[in-house]
């Protein structure tokens, strides 16, 4: 098939975006979830459709992009993986300018990560009609593909997901991952989970009669544990960790998981920072769906690039 610069490959009038998971309905999220499923049990198979892909990563990813990749791939689609170290961003180009120049050249989906909460709305805003955009994490706000590759990854224990007790420990405050779950859990009707952190990195804006921070409390009962890294990254000024207070009162050991919760599961989205907020023998041992996780975000981007592609 030939490509014109300006238009797209295929011939959709409405484009399809994933921002913030406010786009998805309870039974959107099953179909892609669905789908997630269809792909594990008889692999990522090419789409019918064309489609070039552009990852714009603005922050440091290893597992997101490459399983944005992969899937692609996997659907038969033209990946093209932009080197910021290379580009014109060191030359002072605009972002909204090298987004116009992608669209100029016939990209049709923009997967992007930057610390900026607002920027990925606004190029929807300018752009949303030439080019999707799927949100690979924006600030701390938002990591919609996150979250749905981490409720396909709890869909698939065989619990109904109303009735699973989750806890989810650690650096609440700055994690994108955690905000994106809870609206997602909303979403599925899963109202049984408890935040558990030290005072300073709780959520802000949590329902008070959800925030724990003693660890064994927060752990009693639940039937996975979701633990989020320490994002020093994202401190500001004047936010400091005594590392050896937080890994003595919020590391995740198996000795803690037996005593409070011993059939719990263990996920992380990673990075792990191993012996900070999880200890290498919970990470590795077999209630960790940790490595799980990273296979489930394959099949499910692979989903959501289907979905968007085909417009539903
Ligand atoms: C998360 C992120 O980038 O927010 N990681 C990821 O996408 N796998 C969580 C984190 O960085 O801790």
Redesign the pocket.
């Known amino acids: 098939m030939s490509v014109t610069a300006n238009q797209c490959w295929w011939n959709l009038t409405v484009k399809k975006h994933l921002l913030n998971l406010d786009e998805l309905t309870q039974s959107n999220i099953h179909s892609l979830l669905d789908k997630a499923k269809h792909y594990e049990q008889h692999g990522i198979t090419p789409h019918t459709k064309k489609c070039l892909v552009a990852s714009l990563f603005y922050?440091n990813?290893?597992?997101?992009t490459a399983s944005f990749e992969i899937a692609a791939k996997g659907l038969g689609f033209d990946v093209l993986n932009f080197s910021l170290d290379n580009s014109s961003l060191s030359k002072g180009e605009s972002i909204a300018d090298t987004t116009k120049a992608f669209i100029a050249m016939g990209v049709d989906a923009i997967i992007m990560?930057h610390k900026s909460e607002r920027l990925i709305f606004d190029l929807k805003e300018a752009f949303g009609s030439d080019c999707s955009f799927i949100n690979?994490?924006s600030g701390a706000t938002a990591?919609p593909t996150?979250a749905l590759l981490d409720l396909y990854t709890l869909r698939e224990l065989g619990t109904p997901l109303e009735n699973l007790n989750v806890a989810l420990v650690g650096d609440l405050k700055h994690?994108?991952?955690v905000r994106s779950l809870i609206k997602l859990f909303g979403k599925m009707g899963l109202y049984n989970y408890r935040l558990v952190s030290p005072p300073e990195f709780s959520l802000e804006g949590a329902n008070s009669s959800m925030v724990v921070s003693n660890l064994a409390e927060g752990l009693v009962g639940a039937d996975v544990v979701i633990a989020?890294?320490v994002?020093k990254e994202r401190f500001i000024e004047g936010e400091r960790l005594d590392l050896k207070a937080y890994q003595n009162s919020y590391c995740l050991r198996e000795s803690i998981i037996e005593q409070c919760c011993p059939n719990a599961k263990i996920m992380h989205?990673?990075?792990m920072n191993r012996g900070v907020e999880i200890d290498s023998e919970l990470a590795d041992g077999p209630r960790s769906l940790i490595f799980k996780q990273v296979r489930n975000g394959v099949l499910v981007r692979a989903a959501i690039l289907d979905s968007i592609v085909d417009g539903k």
């Open positions: 922050e990813s290893t597992r997101t990560r690979a994490g990591h996150q994690s994108r991952v989020l890294r994002q989205p990673g990075p």
